[in-house]
């Protein structure tokens, strides 16, 4: 979002039509709509930010990697979908739970590696999966999640449902061969896929200009004839729109569609990480100019729905929340040992 | 003058063919590219064309003749006002193609490998009584038993390169897109670890695949979405993802196709907990077990082998027929010597069992049939028996399944050993392509046999 679009000519010589990108127009909300949005966004945030301080703790072990400054993504395009969709992505996969209305305590029991948890503590951060929620994980191998996609989506097809499968991965995926191997056969088999790139511009360490020759992620269909929209992904508004726009034309039958969602992280890649490799500056400026809560709770007070006293309720509600998902964490047993050779097959 | 127009071998394993159809009759001029003939391969119908300018002469096979070896005389095309008379006397014999000297080390190289026999008797097993069988080869065996699941079950799918409109590589899958439509039979793009992945993706949704590989050296590519997707998400999902699906296609060695088509995947599979690992030799434990492989709500990896898919086997006429996965078979009853062994590897024990028996070597011969879970029962059972094992892999020794069953055995059985267990494999090298040295690479009943005598302790002098 900090690359500037250049307007490109088209045949008659006139310039193009400007990308959604650099739209500053958000379409109109109800303000249902609006509080539901910031309601969902701090969740996640505050989530995160309880995660941080439980793996600073010794709590939540090896890797765990933090959704914070993305939340606009995952929300705006988990409001377009219906029972029965499917939706997968990579490791960085708590708000997408939390997104797909997941219990945050069976989130938080899952980091911490308790029975309680959500893959009864043998999963762990990047490994989550519900069935009953539509969410397909949770995978921890770069880019190995998107051919799974399609195949969700080539089960909605094989079954003749109008149901899509929502498949994000980000911009280090970009560059791993199976992705574009599942673009061709999803083109292909017109399968009801959404490919959603959240591009937050480092994969771990490396810059996107650092490691990709096209950097203009929502072109990486294109010789696949997969038309990509590059969209603001810091703003849950646009990014509902182009959801809807995308999840319109694969339940009617003419999938897959590609979303460049542009954002930022504003922690490490995971907890481990020093990011060294970004200015203190940059990050800052984004928090304080793009933040995707902000943007939400600018408009809410604008339009004079709630005061700021009564946001800060609404943020005390869900810091509560969190901590009653921690406390449920941290008082719950580990697995029993006998857990240890459950699950490796499925017994006939 | 006439040119001699002889069967050719169009694949690699291709020993003999059918005359399907004469496509130019005596006496009808021919040109270069014309098709005189089609010719039914172990693969497909294939179109034989010409090189020649002239006149079908003679035609020496009938049409519909079966089995012709490769190399046969089949028609002699004359030269276009070549006098007819040089074609009498001439009958369709194989003309044998003069073999490269010989080099001066003997020793070795004198082995002579035994060619397979086309049909090979059912081994024992408990069939109610009245069974009817059929003979059939381990391809149609296995073309059946997918038929089968996919006629009982709307959810079983077949993906993969060629496998629809092609017939399938090896003609494995021959006749099901007839059947089946293309909704459920389905060429893909040669794009292993896409499809291989969007498989595992259908399989999570509780579809059914069965993803062919033209063969599992190319499953290489898709190997990080059999062992990390499909093998790990039903314990990292505390038991909520299932992941029923079907890997098949061939593997190990076929002939001639050099290193990088010539490898054995059984023990690396065999390595992973969450998968299941099957390599059948039987036409009858194909079916049985591909059809118990389908139904299982595990990922499968079914390891076929191209060699084998031409041989005959009796098959029972049974309803729904399958075979336990995790059951190893004794396939030939003996007292002196266990041969553990699978896939291709059953008939190298069989025969040297063969060979052993003349020399007054009473040998067990098991076909372990499932790779993971080995049943190492049986194999134990049997050793309290005979007391010494040899394990034969067509694979390589080291980290081997064999290496897994004689270290099993230390833990298990090692107070019923009289000998050391030993194992004959293929030799430790890429495989090569020239036919000596592939020869020397391969393991063949002539190992199995020194080895046994060896561990009997009667050593020929």
Redo the contacts between chains.
């Keep these: 979002m900090t690359k500037k679009s250049v307007p490109r000519k088209t045949k008659s010589g006139k310039p193009a039509a400007r990308r959604k990108a650099v739209k500053k127009n958000t379409p109109t909300a109800t303000n249902d709509e609006l509080m539901e949005y910031y309601k969902g966004m701090l969740l996640m945030r505050r989530f995160e930010e309880k995660a941080g301080q439980m793996y600073g703790m010794g709590l939540i072990g090896g890797f765990c990697h933090l959704y914070i400054g993305q939340e606009a993504v995952v929300t705006g395009i988990q409001a377009t979908l219906k029972d029965g969709d ?1 939706v997968l992505t990579s490791y960085r996969d708590h708000a997408h739970m939390l997104a797909c209305k997941i219990d945050p305590k069976l989130i938080l029991a899952e980091l911490t590696g308790r029975a309680t ?7 762990g951060s990047m ?5 009953e929620h539509g969410f ?6 770069v880019g ?1 999640q ?11 097809k ?1 079954r003749k449902n109008d149901n899509v ?1 929502v498949t994000y991965f980000g911009d280090g995926a970009v560059n791993q ?2 992705v574009y ?2 673009f ?2 999803a083109k ?1 088999w017109n399968l009801p896929v959404i490919f959603v790139i959240e591009n937050n511009q480092y994969a771990m360490g490396t810059s996107i200009a650092r490691s990709s020759s096209e950097v203009e992620l929502f072109r990486r269909g294109e010789s696949f004839k997969i038309k990509g929209e590059s969209v603001d992904g810091m703003d849950v508004f646009a990014v509902r729109e182009a959801a809807e726009r995308a999840v319109a034309k694969c339940r009617a039958g003419d999938g897959p569609a590609l979303l460049e969602m542009k954002t930022y992280r504003y922690r490490g890649h995971s907890m481990s990480d020093p990011a060294k490799y970004r200015s203190k500056e940059e990050v800052s400026k984004m928090r304080a100019e793009f933040d995707p809560i902000d943007q939400v709770k600018k408009r809410i007070l604008d339009a004079n729905i709630l005061s700021e006293d009564d946001l800060k309720v609404i943020d005390k509600d869900i810091k509560a929340l969190v901590s009653e998902a921690a406390d449920f964490a941290q008082n719950s047993a580990e697995p029993h040992p006998s857990e240890l050779y ?5 017994a ?1 | 003058m006439s040119v001699e127009i002889l069967l050719p071998a169009m694949s690699p394993t291709m020993t003999e063919g059918n005359i399907a159809k004469w496509t130019k009759r005596e006496g009808e001029k021919v040109s270069p590219g014309d098709v005189i003939a089609e010719i039914e391969t172990d693969k497909a119908i294939m179109e034989l064309e010409t090189d020649e300018d002239g006149v079908m002469g003679k035609i020496l096979v009938d049409e519909g003749a079966e089995g012709i070896a490769v190399g046969t005389l089949i028609a002699v095309i004359l030269e276009d006002g070549e006098n007819a008379s040089v074609l009498d006397g001439i009958t369709a014999s194989v003309v044998s193609v003069p073999s490269a000297p010989p080099l001066s080390i003997s020793a070795e190289q004198s082995d002579t490998n035994v060619t397979a026999p086309v049909t090979v008797s059912a081994p024992e097993a408990d069939f109610p009584e009245g069974t009817g069988f059929s003979n059939m080869t381990v391809r149609e065996a296995l073309r059946d038993a997918m038929a089968e699941e996919m006629r009982l079950d709307d959810s079983v799918f077949v993906m993969g390169e060629e496998v629809a409109e092609y017939q399938g590589a090896y003609k494995v899958t021959q006749g099901l897109l007839q059947e089946f439509g293309e909704e459920r039979v389905i060429d893909t793009p040669i794009t292993e670890h896409g499809f291989a992945g969007l498989g595992v993706g259908a399989a999570m949704a509780n579809l059914r695949p069965v993803v062919e590989f033209m063969t599992f050296n190319f499953a290489m590519q898709a190997i990080d979405q059999i062992v990390n997707s499909a093998a790990k998400t039903n314990y990292m999902s505390g038991g909520q993802i299932r992941c029923p699906i079907v890997f098949r296609g061939p593997n190990g060695a076929a002939a001639r196709v050099g290193a990088q088509h010539s490898q054995n995947y059984a023990s690396w599979y065999a390595h992973i907990p969450g998968l299941i690992v099957i390599a059948p030799y039987s036409a009858a434990d194909c079916k049985g077990l591909l059809k118990a492989a389908i139904k299982n709500p595990n990922p499968v990896i079914f390891l076929e082998n191209e060699i084998t898919y031409g041989y005959s086997f009796d098959v029972p006429d049974l309803d729904d027929y399958t075979v336990p996965i995790g059951k190893a078979s004794i396939v030939r009853k003996g007292s002196d010597v266990t041969l553990v062994a699978y896939s291709i590897g059953v008939k190298f024990a069989l025969d040297a069992a063969e060979k052993l028996a003349s020399d007054g070597i009473d040998a067990e011969v098991i076909d372990l049939r499932t790779i993971r879970p080995l049943d190492m029962e049986t194999i134990i059972e049997s050793v309290k028996k005979t007391n010494r094992v040899v394990c034969v892999e067509e694979g390589w020794a080291t980290c081997s399944v064999s290496s897994e069953i004689s270290a099993r055995l230390m833990e298990g059985a090692f107070d019923y050993l009289d000998a050391p267990v030993t194992r004959v494999t293929n030799e430790d090298v890429p495989m090569p392509y020239a036919a000596n040295l592939e020869k020397l690479a391969v393991v063949n009943d002539e190992r199995i046999v020194a080895a046994a005598k060896t561990v009997c302790y009667k050593e020929d002098k």
């Design positions: 499917s948890g959500i893959s009864k503590g043998k999963g490994h989550m999966f519900s069935v397909y994980g949770g995978h921890g191998i190995a998107v051919p799974i996609g399609a195949g969700l989506a080539f089960a909605h094989y499968s061969g199976q191997e599942s061709n056969m292909l459950t699950d490796v097959l499925v006939e």
